[in-house]
């Protein structure tokens, strides 16, 4: 499971400072790459990392533990589904 940490599209929201709506759309649109884990969509911690680098500004401690505790919460709650994506 290492190297497959997700978190979920509404936190990453939450992270951005955008609505969830508008996370969504960009997942949609292809500006962000997620995976599809049955209804809900996940975002890689690599593809969050690569948001923040974008904006040209290194994430900050706050950030980082914001992040990771995003990662946590969500492998303790698609943990299962999670395993078996990374088997196909």
């Not at 997700?6 to 992270?15: E, N, R, T």
Request: proline share 1%; net charge positive.
């Amino acid at each position: 499971m290492e190297g497959n940490e997700y978190i979920s599209v509404a936190q990453l929201a939450k992270m951005l400072g955008i609505s969830r709506i508008a996370a969504y759309m960009k997942v949609k649109k292809g500006q962000i790459k997620a995976i599809k884990i049955g209804r809900s969509f996940a975002v890689s911690k690599a593809e969050v990392q690569a948001l923040a680098n974008i904006t040209g500004a290194p994430l900050k401690e706050k950030e980082k533990t914001e992040i990771d505790k995003a990662v946590k919460k969500t492998v303790a709650e698609y943990g299962e589904v999670l395993k078996r994506l990374g088997k196909e």
